[in-house]
């Protein structure tokens, strides 16, 4: 209010009322004076000249008009209470129907300043219902949007707004809840919608006062859209061409966030620094310098942004960018792999700032740069410290996610899975919820818990169906099933992994898996099928060739011999190099041996051996190389390659046999000398296995013949074990023999009966040592116990009861 106005007010207060009107007059005058108080602001006046005003004209027609003014005025200073009850005084008298609607709006207002918003709600929906001509009624509208948006009730607040704009287009009113809408859904964070409002907002409007904050929503839902440019444009509309306020250079460091979002660092840097250079406030400073030095980093240029940094960490360490810069420039670390400088970096962070939002990210980001170091145990506990602090599922869940990675890698399984299962149990909606479904699943069948290993990954197709893991699942359940032998739930498993996800790197590998399903299930011919369309597949790759290889053995499973021989031909001459090559001539060799097709046997064994040195099927074939020239006759020449085995592959499984059949073969050349040398070298190679047990009977069959038949049981007492076997019944049997050659009776009677004694069950041996101790007896003229030897053995009816009968029948005709 102007000068000469206050000299006008003064005037007319100290002016005596008998020098201006009469009574009656004044007080009119009175109560246009308070009106005119209270519409310039001064609500104090206003109050005391409408108390005034009652006091002198209580029943005046201006009585109810008065009440409503002296309530605006307490309304205005804040006597809520004292407003409520003008409100309601006048609302609640029947002969005041014509004030009734702008009471209860004023009562709405009230409330509404009181945030009792369901009062308000009630209020306005009496005026809405009940006054259609009242002219508070789009008012009413008005505050039950917001009252709406008080509550939350986004969507109730956001369709009154629009009634506002439909019902009264003429009304000011609606020109601002076009504003609020807009307003309204970005609040919400429904920011496509509110771009869309305010867009059109400013095309209906364009001369609005509120241009410049339109824009500026519009340009922070852009941004919160990731529509940068967008954003850029919006933002750029929002600030003015004069002077700039210190909220304008505020939308420009957004333009700068913008251009960073984009990736054009440069533009970023000089909005981050014409901001830096128009403004006093600290923190936007700070923020300023932050975004250089993020746009640094981006650069490459660490050591520039190692300096912003640490310049917003030592500068402006009260603002609230300090702790961000400490984040940052732990990424910044971590980037140059200073693993140890990250975790100094945070734990000066956690010292300075022990109570910041980015608690979480500190202990998560030292979690990994402790895992980069390799130390495991100190990452777990980072990683459990996330899961303790923070508020962000995304963080708390990464955080579970690596510790049950951890333990996994560590073979800690049980720790895994628990890891993992939280996860399931606390967070099932998690975008990493899938991944751990399927790591306890993995986890299982790297345990060999098939079954549970199942029913984890089948819970993965039925709870996680749009999961990106799916293509995984279904493959590794087809390994699972297969490894159970259930051939035809694998060849499903494979077959859906084709079927549905065609783009997936596992589906060429699904082909041949799928083929190799159907194979194991003896279908051959659909077998044959997959292998064609994966050859297919890929011309020239490792797939290719192990689908080549697969369709060969399919067709050799038919019986479609010349099929496979042809396959397989044909795979090592486009091929010779593959890595499969030295098993399919391998197979040859086999082929052609179990053939009896010898030379052609002993001609691919040999290639295997020549084209293929550094292969792991060299030493098999040498082996089998050795067995084939043996059946060709060539013993010398076999002898040879046996001995190549044992000498230069001691690590193959072929070793050992291959010295047992060395020393047999030198035994049936009459090279017994030599055969006992080998025999005796493979007892010390193989101590307390059946190699050596052999080797000792060998090397006693040796002696036996010889004659050195001492020799011959000691090696036989070696060969010997405690179990019960026609094996060892044998060499019982060889032992006693010995003694019978050494014309020891007394003993090799015992060790006859030793072998009808522990060895019942061997029909064959202790049927003979029966015999035998019975030919022994009477050789000692032992006639009686040789009597009950052959009744014994009359009574088995085997083969040698007929020669113990007939002797029965001697016997006791000489006795």
């Known amino acids: 209010m102007n000068k000469i106005l206050r000299l006008i007010l ?26 005119k108080a209270l519409s310039d602001g001064f609500y104090d006046l206003a109050e005391e000249k409408l108390y005034s005003f009652l006091k002198s004209q209580p029943e005046s027609a201006f009585k109810y008009r008065a009440h409503l003014l002296l309530g605006e005025t307490f309304y205005q200073q804040n006597k809520l209470k004292k407003a409520l009850y003008e409100f309601k005084l006048v609302a609640e008298d029947p002969n005041a129907a ?75 009113l609606s020109i601002k809840a076009s504003f609020d809408v807009g307003e309204c859904l970005y609040n919400t964070r429904q920011y496509a ?51 700039r306020d210190e909220k304008e250079i505020y939308v420009l460091y957004n333009v700068g966030r913008c251009y960073y979002e984009l990736g054009e660092y440069k533009e970023a840097i000089g909005y981050f620094k014409y901001c830096k250079e128009k ?17 640094m980093m981006r650069m490459l240029k660490y050591k520039d942004a190692d300096a912003y940094f640490l310049k917003v960490i030592s500068d402006y360490k009260n603002t609230e960018w300090a702790d961000d810069s400490y984040y940052w420039l732990g990424e910044l670390y971590f980037k140059q792999k200073r693993y140890e400088d990250v975790i100094k970096t945070y734990e000066r962070a956690l010292r300075d700032f022990p109570e910041t939002d980015l608690l979480d990210s500190f202990y998560y980001n030292k979690g990994w740069a402790y ?80 079954d549970a290993a199942i029913l984890a990954l089948e819970s993965m197709v039925l709870n996680f169906s749009e999961s990106n893991l799916l293509d995984k699942t279904h493959y590794k359940l087809g390994f699972l099933y297969s490894r159970m032998g259930k051939f035809e739930a694998a060849a499903n498993e494979f077959k859906r992994v084709i079927e549905k996800f065609p783009n997936s790197p596992l589906m060429p590998g699904a082909y041949i898996q799928y ?40 067709y050799y499973r038919m019986g479609n011999v010349n099929e496979a021989l042809r396959t ?15 098993g399919i001539q391998f197979w040859f060799g086999e082929y052609f041996y179990n053939s009896g097709k010898l030379s052609k046997a002993e001609k691919r064994f040999r290639q295997v051996i020549a084209d293929y040195p550094k292969s792991d099927m060299v030493d098999d074939a040498v082996y089998w190389l050795g067995w084939t020239l043996h059946e060709e006759g060539k013993d010398h020449q076999a002898v040879e390659e046996l001995e190549k085995l044992f000498n230069n592959y001691l690590d193959s499984p072929w070793a050992k046999e291959a010295m047992i059949k060395t020393g047999s073969i030198l035994a049936e050349l009459g090279r017994d000398k030599e055969a006992v040398k080998v025999y005796k070298k493979a007892t010390l190679r193989y101590p307390n296995t059946i190699f050596e047990r052999t080797s000792y009977r060998k090397m006693g069959e040796i002696y036996k013949k010889q004659g050195d038949y001492l020799k011959a049981i000691e090696c036989f007492k070696k060969a010997i074990t405690a179990d019960e076997n026609d094996l060892n019944a044998g060499i019982q049997y060889d032992i006693a023999e010995c003694y019978e050659k050494m014309e020891d009776y007394q003993k090799s009677g015992i060790e006859y009966l030793r072998v009808t004694y522990l060895y019942p069950k061997s029909i064959f041996w202790s049927a003979r040592a029966e015999l035998k101790c019975g030919s022994i007896l009477e050789t000692q003229k032992k006639w009686e116990q040789a009597v009950r030897v052959y009744e014994k053995l009359v009574q088995r009816n085997v083969n040698e009861s007929e020669i113990a009968k007939n002797r029965l029948e001697w016997l006791r005709s000489k006795m």
């Open 193 to 243: 919608e509110a771009r869309d409002r305010l867009s059109k907002f400013l095309k209906e409007y364009p001369l609005t006062e509120k241009r410049h904050d339109a824009f500026f929503i519009m340009g922070e839902s852009s941004f919160k859209l990731g529509d940068y440019k967008n954003a850029i444009a919006s933002y750029k509309q929002a600030v003015g061409t004069e002077d």
């Open 98 to 172: 014509e004030f009734i609607d702008e009471a209860l709006y004023w009562q709405a207002e009230v409330y509404f300043k009181s945030a009792d918003y369901r009062n308000v709600l009630n209020l306005c929906q009496t005026v809405i219902d009940e006054y259609s001509e009242s002219r508070y009624r789009p008012n009413c509208f008005y505050l039950t949007a917001w009252s709406y948006y008080r509550l939350g009730k986004y969507n109730e607040a956001v369709k009154m707004f629009d009634s506002i704009i439909e019902e009264f287009p003429l009304n000011p």
């Open 568 to 582: 397989f031909e044909d795979m090592l001459k486009t091929n010779p190099d593959s890595n499969l090559s030295p």
């Open 371 to 450: 895992l980069e170091l390799e130390l495991d145990m100190e990452a777990v506990s980072e990683f459990r410290k996330v899961s303790r602090v923070s508020r962000n599922e995304e963080l708390i869940v990464g955080s579970l996610c690596r510790i049950g990675d951890i333990y996994e890698r560590l073979k800690m399984p049980k720790e895994a899975i628990s890891a993992y299962d939280t996860i399931l149990k606390d967070y099932p909606r998690s975008a990493w919820a899938d991944y751990a479904q399927y790591q306890i699943g993995a986890i299982l069948s790297a345990e060999d818990n098939v």
């Open 10 to 35: 003064v005037f007319f207060i100290l002016l005596p009322t008998n020098l201006t009107h009469s009574a009656s007059e004044g007080n009119e005058d009175s109560f246009l004076f308070a009106q």
């Open 515 to 554: 083929g190799n399903a159907l194979y194991n299930a003896a279908r051959y011919k659909d077998a044959i099928e997959v292998f064609k369309k994966t050859i297919k597949l890929d011309v020239n790759g490792q797939i290719h060739e192990t689908a080549r290889y697969q369709l060969g053995w399919s």
């Open 279 to 295: 403004t006093v406030e600290e923190d936007l400073i700070a923020a300023c310098l932050l975004g250089i030095g993020e746009c």
